[in-house]
């Protein structure tokens, strides 16, 4: 048997020997535009392996820039992105979509089944571990039909089929980033593809032409194509990044070993070093470098070549903790002189050095002094030890190791991210707030948090699981928390220029033109609505005010400080203690404990009060400013007089009276007559807009706001969270009856 398979190798390998080199002959090109082309695959018929290695250059793209396409395709307006023939032998190519297009009767317009002819000499198969069939449309059945049966007495015409169904109700069906069957869907594909070819279902789907006129399918890269709806009205000439697996087809498998050595002509691992590898997608091998080579095992005189492990840039996939000596294929570890290793050797870990007798019996002795200090310093490290596991435990420790988005830094840790708490920040409500620095560089902000005790537990781990949910560009986050110490450490992202409050009231009077404050109130506005209505549970914040929105040195606004947030249900919108800032509390929680979304929106209204007047809620003598700027709209129906002279020009004088109404309706006292957070962010939305148009005396109605879509926040990201340094009061903690 052994010699049957021999022969018919040999057989095989000769027969595509007269056509076949053994590397790129001299004076052939060697890249196209900006993709290389490495042997086998050769721009001209003599400068590659054969037929269906042959890359065509003659094609340019839009900006006139050549590009390389498959030769072997009959249509030859396949381009090639990329060619691989180290390690994985793989081509990317961009391929057309399919299309059928309907009018509103049901007739079709335009149709193009995705026909490509990419495989003329059977080099080529479609990954099916790197791409997936997508079909897009509504009502729309598409499925590939690839390859002949073989026979009358199959039940099927094609050896592949693979397919979905995607439908929608309505233009509003679909959503961006679903392709789960509502206006999109997608499968796997199957190994052996060699063509593009799909067909489409016949379904009506006339009455949807005006928001999805055509169905689509095709085959694309998982990691490159994520769905939108605009993708209803797709490009009819639109292409998609496809990856094709290739081999070497001349035998359905590696030749026998000893055909190998002999690198018989046809045979394309011609490198010395090389090694044959069989085909996992169709039939025939590729070729790759056996281990301690690299290069192109396809070419005869540069082909696989040793690497040197011994190099500083090959030091960490190579390691050696002693003398390094490069060998072919391989490399060597020694210790050095004086040195010697131990267990699984200096390519794995370090050397020791070798003590003489006499300082061996030099260290006993000292190792014996030392045994009572050594003992007395274990006993002390087993007490801390046992210290912080309490520590651990009492702050929560049990529950908060288990959430996932929160690292548990260790006393020892903590201690170098702060250098010993040397960079003091501020003092916080609860103790000061210190500067550190991650191990990547990361600026960061570790804050005291409550003391924590049996009754505060719960209430301790809650806070830590909200702020390790909110995942938004307008919310402080909270990258992880120490538990070994007394009172718990929490660790939060920087934020350089402290807080809204310093910043509005301090004493460097910075300036703030009107733009930067509507972003700094709009984006703010975000970071609530998300907290309302973004998480998978509702959250209230609860104390709301400029001390706790902190700005990154792009003076981005990062809501904070969440000791007073409730995590809360349906049933339990209640809570025996009030605590909250006096000026910014909403009379109706503090009158009956009832915490809703409107009580942060309460609070926000003055916010916006304090950055359109910068003026502290309490100021002058014993003047409010929520009394005086109601005052000053009852009397003027204006609030003029109140706003900061910085920002009061003629200008935007209607864009600050419109701010200022809105502050007054989130201030209500009638909580079911303020806006929600949503509302409150597109209003503001829409006054920064027809401020930049220059239409300060727009006034939108009410029907705008729904029709809007919020803007995104900038992509900027702060650091950290910096501690106030300003002293805001505190409702005390009252018991309601």
Known sequence: MATCWLLASLLLLASAAESVVTGR??????????VDIPYPFGIGPKCSRGEGFEIACNTRNGNGDLVPTLAAAANGSIHVQ?????????????LPVAYKCYDSGDNVTKRFYGEVDLNNNGVFRISD????FVVIGCNTLSYTQNGNSGGSNSHYSGLFYTGCVSYCNDSRSAQDGRCAGVGCCHVDISPGLTDNVVSFGPWTRGFQVDFSPCDYSFLVDKNEYEFRSADLKMDLNRTMPVWLDWAIRDSITCPPLEVQEKKPPGYACVSDNSECVNSTNGPGYYCKCKQGYEGNPYDKDHGCIDINECTVSNKTKYPCYGHCNNIPGDYECHCRVGYQSSGEGPKKQECSSKFPLAARLALGICLGFSFLIVAVLITLMMHQKRKMNEYFKKNGGSVLQKVDNVKIFSKDELKKITKN?????????????????????TTVAVKTSIEVNEARKDDFTNEVIIQSQMMHNNIIKLLGCCLEVDVPMLVYEFAAKGNLQDILHGDANIPLPLGLRLDIAIESAEGLRYMHSSTSRTIRHGDVKPANILLTDKFIPKISDFGTSKLLTVDKDFTMFVVGSMGYIDPVFHKTGHLTQKSDVYSFGVVLLELICRKPTIYGENCSLIIEFQNAYDQENSGRIMFDKEIANEEDILILEQIGRLALECLKEKVEERPDMKEVAERLVVLRRSRKCGQGNYSPSPQHYEE???EGSPKHFGAGNTASSSATHSAPATPLS
């Not at 002959?25 to 900006?34: H, K, L, S, T």
């Not at 990329?82 to 961009?94: R, T």
């Not at 571990?129 to 997936?132: A, D, F, L, Q, T």
Request: charged letters at 20%; aromatic letters at 4%.
């Open 25 to 34: 002959p001299a004076g052939c090109q060697a890249r196209c535009g900006d």
């Open 82 to 94: 990329s060619l691989s023939v180290e390690q994985v032998p793989e081509v990317k190519v961009m």
């Open 129 to 132: 571990s790197r791409n997936m």
């Open 421 to 441: 708490n040397s960079d003091v920040l501020g003092q916080g409500g609860f103790g000061k707030v210190f500067k550190g620095t991650l191990e990547d560089n």
């Open 708 to 710: 809007i879509s919020i």
